[in-house]
């Protein structure tokens, strides 16, 4: 059974209010983090000169448990609203962890980089030593080294989870190898490296699923990755013009990480119909509206670009600039998403002659065409016995996308977990017959 629309509404209120709860503890936990920035500069501690550095360390370890606290509240809450269909379970889980880990992720950047100056100054380097300057001497200027500081730590460790996402299910294979029991049979005709299903599908199990559970797959926790990197590489470019090139040589790094991991260390995910990448598009696309104007911000307000104009801009307020350069930014994407087409014409004509051949068939199909009268089967005639894993036809492992060397791999895995089980049960029974008395009796 499934909720009313009322008690439905009533644990997405509740959603809305734990996760608002717990964006203002990171709120108040980043704060306290940059008044401990500035206070470990002023009262020179030990490893003051890196005070930047260690305190940004410690924003991205409460980033990282945030994150992962809000995820696993996400889909318990998620479980709770007892959506109908799958479509809405994946739309509503979307909305909750997106929500919560651009907020999570992001809004320490929009501290440092339009309110901490204000509020408690910038630790800044003059004359090759880290300083506190105060409030009042900011002159209006931003947090830009601080920015700059966190953004690189952040980046780094995006790296690094690349590399961690890779050995985690390696580790995973490997563990569960080592304590799974060997089969009896391998099924597999070692002179022209072909296998039976049996094998092939015993080969897939081994593996350690992809992501949680059957329903939300890895490729969610791979979208939201993307969705995260995307943030970092636009909403503030301008405090580090690499993050771009940067961007792209990590996705390339990304998209084989992804494809390894799935061709060779996780079950393959279960394929579905869709018709686009759904909400994700809405996240992308607010996403860069949201970056085109965090970007003008960073331009006006953190690097001070019209704090000193040519004469004839007159002396103009920063808010002004700010207005002026997002309108002519906003015109100019509007303009671009109406003249650029969001499918080429080549792939549009495509669909449609799909769509006439697909008509097609379908009059073939409505046809009165005689239908054969089928043979009458005995039920206890079937025979539902289980064959032998030797069973059955020999199969090529290119129908399957897999490559002959793995079959390979897997005989010397099964192999070696086979000696390494004869070898205990010899010294299991060795021990046992050590502790037995002469007459047969156990001590």
């Not at 734990?18 to 503890?25: E, G, T």
């Not at 002023?42 to 305190?55: D, I, K, M, V, Y």
């Not at 700059?148 to 490997?174: D, G, H, R, W």
């Not at 926790?221 to 995260?228: F, H």
Request: aromatic share 10%; charged share 25%.
């Amino acid at each position: 059974t499934h909720y009313p629309e009322s008690a439905r509404a009533r644990w997405q209120m509740l959603s809305s209010a734990v996760l608002v709860a717990l964006a203002s503890l990171e709120v108040v936990g980043t704060i306290y983090t940059g008044r401990l920035r500035g206070t470990w500069v002023r009262e020179r501690w030990p490893f003051a000169e890196r005070a930047q550095q260690l305190t940004a360390i410690i924003e991205d370890v409460q980033m990282a448990f945030c994150c992962k606290l809000g995820y696993r509240l996400s889909l318990w809450l998620n479980e709770q609203e007892n959506l109908r269909t799958g479509s809405q379970y994946i739309d509503g889980l979307i909305t909750k962890v997106v929500c919560h880990e651009l907020f999570s992720r992001f809004h320490l950047y929009f501290y440092i980089a339009f309110l901490k100056a204000s509020r408690e100054g910038c630790v800044m380097d003059v004359e090759g030593r880290q300083t506190l300057i105060e409030p009042e001497d900011m002159n209006g200027k931003m947090c830009y080294e601080e920015l700059v500081t966190q953004v690189t730590i952040v980046l780094c460790v995006e790296f690094a989870k690349n590399a961690v996402e890779l050995v985690k299910p390696l580790l995973s294979m490997y563990k569960d190898n080592y304590f799974r029991h060997a089969p009896d049979t391998i099924a597999v005709d070692e002179v022209n490296g072909r296998a039976t299903t049996a094998h092939f599908c015993q080969e897939a199990m081994e593996k350690p699923l992809y992501g949680h559970s059957l329903e939300i797959d890895g490729t969610f926790e791979d979208y939201l990755e993307i969705m995260v990197m995307l943030g970092h590489f636009t909403l503030f470019s301008l405090v580090f013009p690499l993050a771009p090139a940067l961007g792209f040589l990590l996705l390339l790094v990304e998209l084989r990480v992804d494809g390894y991991k799935i061709f060779e260390l996780v079950r393959r995910p279960l394929p579905r119909n869709a018709e686009d990448i759904g909400r994700w598009f809405h996240v992308m696309s607010a996403l860069g509206w949201t970056a085109m104007f965090t970007n003008v911000g960073l331009l006006v307000f953190t690097l001070g670009a019209f704090d000193n104009p040519p004469g004839y801009f007159g002396d103009l307020p920063r808010w002004v600039y700010f207005i002026f350069l997002s309108c002519c930014l906003c015109i100019f994407k509007v303009a671009t998403m109406l003249l650029i087409e969001d499918v080429p014409t080549e792939i549009v004509m495509a669909e449609e002659h799909h769509i006439w051949l697909r008509q097609q068939v379908d009059k073939l199909d409505a046809r009165d065409v005689p239908k054969k009268t089928r043979d009458f089967v005995d039920v206890a005639a079937l025979d539902l016995t289980v064959d032998d894993a030797n069973t059955g036809q020999m199969r090529d492992p290119a129908d399957f996308g897999i490559p002959p060397s793995r079959i390979k791999r897997r005989i010397e895995s099964v192999r070696k977990r086979r000696s390494k089980r004869s070898v205990g049960m010899h010294q299991s029974e060795s021990g046992n017959a050590s502790q037995s008395n002469s007459d047969g009796t156990w001590r």
